[in-house]
């Protein structure tokens, strides 16, 4: 039996016995709108829980007393870890904000990055088009460049909050982001764009420990406390709105949504479970997972583990096969001292302060928890065998290869569940 499995900007085939494989599980075929730009319109249009942007400048060029060519816009763009068709919005929302009497040179793009690398020059321009590049400012996020955050306090919880300056600073703030199911507050989207998008490296540890502390993680739960911080956090700085898209598998846009920060992002979640969320019929002994589309480095395709760990027996085996050009991880390359540590060691060490990386190692214990009771084979070109070893990780040189060490394992009694969409997948069991 063949099963296609997208690999990066290719398609590997898995030449598997038919009766080993339990159920090939993909997001849902659904299409994607047949007018984008009217789409895009329809939302700034008929907006939930907001005004229109029109309406949205009146109001806060009263409440700052200023006149509306001198308010400031920050338009809060997700980065080219996500597919989100940011030129494809930016064109229509800055002429939104133009034609409200926002000028060019008032508004600021700040890609946010969370901990991410910085985009180059070209990357941009692939994210937010040649036009927008060429007459808007664009800024990447520094999250651990001080002189660029402002300190605002605690959230009730006790979260710090650090966050971009240019943002605080802001009369009006939007977020563009795109809606999937994610482990540490249920789904992307929404007031993540803020936190960890554009916040301080200690906020976003705060958050990310908060989520791996759980007994369990928040992958498609709505409501929990790490997405009442991002939205508190969120309503403080003075981001009130977002434009956030829901994709269908292929990377088309099925539906888009602007509005409140809040209630725009619920509309988005039922959305996004119409293609995300699949029913799965019952848990195997082995589960292959892909990582596409978060391909880029293991601090993106590690999201693959989580979805997996939903439907894999206890004490079986996952294997996650992820090209992770750039390897782990370019900005928290220090982890690989602490990623074989179990989940307890490096909580302990966290609290001695022996781990300074708080955000790495906030990931590195929900991996650990998952390999209490599960082996992770790492299938991957851009990871070699020794990193995977460090990462707690077997290693393959090829899916056939993992799956003949399951066998072995298994005494070659399996039946495999693939992931074909791994980290956007929200399985219901």
Known sequence: MIVQLPYGNKIINLNLKKNEVGQVIRPGNIK?????????????????????????????????????????????????????????????????????????????????????????????????????????????????????????????????????KCVYKSDIAIGIGSIVPHHIPGFSGGAK???????????????????????????????????????????????????????????????????????????????????????????????????????????????????ADMIVRENGIIIIVTPCYEGVSKTHKDMLNFTNLSYNEIDNQLKKGAIKDKVAAALAMAWARIKEHVDVILVSSGISKQKAELMGFYYADSVGDAVKLARNRFKEKIKINILTHAPDILPNI
């Open 193 to 307: 764009i803020v936190q960890p998008g554009v916040s301080g490296e200690e906020t976003t540890a705060f958050t990310h420990l908060l989520s791996v502390r759980n007994k369990r993680y928040f992958l498609g739960i709505v409501e929990n406390i790490v997405r009442e911080e991002m939205e508190d956090i969120a309503r403080k700085v003075g981001v009130d709105y977002i434009f956030n898209v829901v994709l269908n598998r292929n990377g088309g846009v099925y539906k888009t949504f602007f509005g409140d920060i809040v209630l725009a992002f619920r509309e988005g979640v039922k959305a996004s479970k119409e293609i995300y969320q699949i029913n799965v019929n019952k848990k195997t002994n082995v589960v292959i997972a892909g990582s596409h589309p978060c391909d880029i480095e293991f601090w993106q395709a590690h999201k693959s583990l989580y979805p």
């Open 32 to 164: 994607c709108c047949s007018n984008l730009k009217k789409e895009i319109l329809k939302s700034l249009n008929f907006p939930v829980g907001c005004e229109r942007i029109k309406e949205i400048v009146i109001e806060k060029s009263k409440e700052k007393d200023k006149n509306t060519e001198n308010l400031n816009v920050a338009i809060i763009c997700d980065d080219n870890t996500r597919l989100t068709p940011a030129d494809k919005i930016l064109p229509v929302l800055i002429n939104k904000l133009n034609k409200a009497g926002i000028k060019n040179n008032k508004i600021k793009i700040i890609i946010a990055l969370g901990t991410h690398r910085n985009m180059t020059d070209e990357e941009i321009v692939d994210k937010v088009g040649i036009d927008i590049f060429n007459n808007i400012k664009v800024i990447n996020h520094s999250y651990a460049n001080n002189s660029k955050l402002i300190n605002l306090g605690f959230t009730e919880n006790g979260t710090p909050i650090s966050i971009n």
